[in-house]
């Protein structure tokens, strides 16, 4: 594979993840898609005569070459979507990015991961749930992912910091800033307990458009995204969203019903996008986490008859591997989650499978 080749395709212009996805798909792998000749490439859903001027014009291999030194110099590790060290989670997801860049020491995939985002103007009562939060959650040894902006974010990363929890902030630029800039010292910090995480390239500025994008990397990351303080707009809600149409759980906190910075925390309680949350232990009963509960000694199991092909991959690795998230299951079976859930609900209705707290299945 060809380092160069893949950050040249992560940096076309107008070549999105969804789309550079279907060009690996089609030709294989990064170094073939630019090999690929005009009525080859202009065979591929979603590449017009526009796209396909920009595939055929080499002017990002320039780019290429400058972000191969930066990374060089800088100690960076490029995280290609089909590597084994990119998050696991972050790819299930239909537009995950085809690269990221990654400095500091977590680790991507680690068994809890969950997000912690909220407003920039976080209030005295946002503060301190932010901060009994993250010190309650220590026990289950966590990765905390939030965005390094001001308020809730940046209270979640400063308690990780200080009980020694790593914890990750993704970046809406690259990795040559950090903003905004008064978090300097925290990012740095967080390179020793946790890291920098960003699809941009470097010289990338934190435009308004790369907020969002941002977004989806926090959600798509994590097994569960807690939303502590929040206004009926901005990008703690869209967050949460992005979360639901991953699939992922969703936890918010309750406030004052006149109160500006929770009326985003109980619109999605009220709308059944996010579960209510008052303790830590409402996520452990929800995720199925269950620290407290004593695991019973395994029994033999034996996999069902008359499975369809969908259906015996799925308990192949439900029997192998236990109880299994759906996130988790879709990456280990390789089934679109479209696919997916269709079978496991089929499997479901005759009783080869149950379903757990946390959207976690096993076979019965």
Same mark, same amino acid.
């Given at each position: 594979?060809?380092?160069?080749?893949?950050?040249?395709?992560?940096?076309?212009?107008?070549?999105?993840?969804?789309?550079?996805?279907?060009?690996?798909?089609?030709?294989?792998?990064?170094?073939?898609?630019?090999?690929?000749?005009?009525?080859?490439?202009?065979?591929?859903?979603?590449?017009?005569?526009?796209?396909?001027?920009?595939?055929?014009?080499?002017?990002?291999?320039?780019?290429?070459?400058?972000?191969?030194?930066?990374?060089?110099?800088?100690?960076?590790?490029?995280?290609?979507?089909?590597?084994?060290?990119?998050?696991?989670?972050?790819?299930?997801?239909?537009?995950?990015?085809?690269?990221?860049?990654?400095?500091?020491?977590? &680790?991507?995939?680690?068994?809890?991961?969950?997000?912690?985002?909220?407003?920039?103007?976080?209030?005295?009562?946002?503060?301190?749930?932010?901060?009994?939060?993250?010190?309650?959650?220590?026990?289950?040894?966590?990765?905390?992912?939030?965005?390094?902006?001001?308020?809730?974010?940046?209270?979640?990363?400063?308690?990780?910091?200080?009980?020694?929890?790593?914890?990750?902030?993704?970046?809406?630029?690259?990795?040559?800033?950090?903003?905004?800039?008064?978090?300097?010292?925290?990012?740095?910090?967080?390179?020793?307990?946790?890291?920098?995480?960003?699809?941009?390239?470097?010289?990338?500025?934190?435009?308004?458009?790369?907020?969002?994008?941002?977004?989806?990397?926090?959600?798509?990351?994590?097994?569960?995204?807690?939303?502590?303080?929040?206004?009926?707009?901005?990008?703690?809600?869209?967050?949460?969203?992005?979360?639901?149409?991953?699939?992922?759980?969703?936890?918010?906190?309750?406030?004052?019903?006149?109160?500006?910075?929770?009326?985003?925390?109980?619109?999605?309680?009220?709308?059944?996008?996010? #579960?209510?949350?008052?303790?830590?232990?409402?996520? &452990?009963?929800?995720?199925?986490?269950?620290?407290?509960?004593?695991?019973?000694?395994?029994?033999?199991?034996?996999?069902?008859? #008359?499975?369809?092909?969908?259906?015996?991959?799925?308990? #192949?690795?439900?029997?192998?591997?236990?109880?299994?998230?759906? &996130?988790?299951?879709?990456?280990?079976?390789?089934?679109?989650?479209?696919?997916?859930?269709?079978?496991?609900?089929?499997?479901?209705?005759?009783?080869?499978?149950?379903?757990?707290?946390?959207?976690?299945?096993?076979?019965?």
């Amino acid at each position: 594979m060809s380092l160069f080749h893949q950050i040249a395709l992560s940096c076309l212009p107008g070549i999105g993840s969804v789309l550079a996805r279907n060009l690996l798909s089609y030709f294989g792998s990064e170094e073939e898609v630019f090999k690929a000749k005009s009525q080859h490439l202009g065979k591929v859903p979603g590449i017009g005569p526009k796209t396909l001027e920009l595939l055929l014009n080499h002017e990002v291999f320039k780019f290429a070459e400058a972000e191969l030194k930066f990374i060089d110099k800088y100690k960076i590790k490029p995280l290609f979507l089909t590597d084994d060290d990119y998050p696991k989670r972050l790819r299930n997801c239909a537009d995950a990015p085809v690269m990221l860049y990654f400095k500091g020491n977590a &680790d991507l995939n680690k068994s809890k991961i969950i997000s912690v985002v909220g407003t920039r103007n976080a209030t005295d009562y946002g503060r301190e749930i932010c901060k009994n939060l993250i010190a309650n959650l220590q026990v289950y040894d966590p990765l905390i992912v939030s965005g390094l902006a001001y308020g809730i974010d940046g209270a979640a990363h400063k308690e990780s910091l200080k009980l020694g929890i790593p914890t990750i902030g993704v970046l809406a630029h690259g990795l040559d800033r950090i903003y905004p800039a008064q978090h300097r010292t925290m990012a740095e910090k967080m390179l020793d307990c946790g890291g920098l995480l960003t699809e941009f390239m470097s010289g990338t500025i934190p435009v308004t458009q790369n907020f969002p994008k941002r977004n989806r990397i926090i959600a798509g990351l994590s097994d569960v995204t807690i939303v502590v303080e929040a206004s009926i707009k901005g990008g703690a809600l869209i967050t949460a969203e992005l979360a639901n149409s991953y699939n992922r759980d969703v936890f918010a906190f309750p406030g004052k019903i006149n109160d500006e910075f929770s009326l985003g925390c109980n619109y999605l309680i009220k709308t059944h996008r996010a #579960n209510l949350i008052t303790k830590v232990e409402d996520i &452990d009963y929800i995720m199925g986490w269950n620290r407290d509960i004593e695991v019973p000694a395994k029994t033999q199991l034996s996999l069902p008859l #008359n499975l369809s092909a969908d259906e015996q991959i799925i308990a #192949n690795v439900l029997f192998s591997k236990g109880s299994v998230a759906v &996130d988790e299951l879709s990456f280990l079976t390789g089934l679109q989650q479209s696919r997916l859930a269709v079978t496991i609900l089929g499997m479901e209705m005759k009783g080869n499978i149950i379903s757990l707290p946390g959207k976690v299945y096993k076979l019965v």
